[in-house]
């Protein structure tokens, strides 16, 4: 391995939670007035922390979100969540021959610490990521694409920025890891490769990774 510390994002990459994500924002920014698709919130809000979506409605619109908007539609999602939520396939595979090497990796994720632990407990990914493992956008003063959450997270593990691997499927998430100094591969499980331009490497299948990662 040559890396010292592997980041993983976590929808998408970790959990499938994209498609329910997405779905269920597109619907309630729909429901305020604010037509979205499915697709339109793949491209606008994928891989961003809830403050993106805030500060697009009200560029677009001049119109605020409703004061408690992010406490319903996380409603929404962790209701989904506990319904359908599954871990990304393969992930568990990944994982485990990780520790096998002893190769140390965390999460780094625009979603929040709640959001994070309840998919966790839904998929059973939390014995992989204790609390020490687990950074989100909340710790930081800018989310993705701004490179804070990735250097916060290799600090706080204690490796060096060029001494990390981040694994994501966004563009958001790849500019931040690129604007971090680290090597970054991007899963195209959903999303199409040629939107994650910068990526050091891309792949479809989960189970490729420990290969490409050295």
């Known amino acids: 391995m040559r890396y010292d510390l592997v980041i993983f994002d976590n929808d998408g990459v970790l959990v499938d939670s994209e498609p329910i994500s997405n779905t269920l924002l597109a619907a309630y920014l729909t429901e305020l007035g604010h037509p979205t698709s499915y697709e339109d919130s793949l491209r606008d809000y994928m891989g961003a922390a809830m403050h993106r ?14 004061a408690d908007f992010d406490d319903a539609f996380h409603a929404r999602v962790f209701a989904a969540f506990e319904r359908e939520l599954e871990p990304v396939d393969g992930v568990v595979d990944v994982l485990g021959k990780l520790t096998a090497d002893g190769v ?5 994720s625009s979603g929040s610490h709640e959001r994070i632990r309840v998919g966790h407990r839904k998929t ?3 014995q992989w990521f204790g609390d020490d493992r687990i950074f989100s956008s909340q710790d930081v003063g800018r989310g993705k694409p701004a490179p804070d959450l990735f250097l916060y997270a290799a600090r706080r593990m204690g490796v060096a920025p060029e001494r990390c691997v981040v694994v994501e499927d966004s563009p958001l998430g790849v500019q931040a890891a690129v604007a971090a100094g680290m090597d970054v591969y991007g899963f195209t499980g959903m999303t ?3 939107r994650l331009d910068g990526a050091t490497g891309l792949f479809g299948d989960m189970r490729e990774l420990p290969d490409l990662l050295g």
């Open 104 to 108: 140390p990796f965390c999460v780094g």
């Open 53 to 66: 979506v805030h500060d697009t409605v009200y560029e677009r619109s001049g119109e605020r979100l409703p």
């Open 192 to 194: 199409p490769a040629e």
């Open 124 to 126: 059973g990914l939390d």
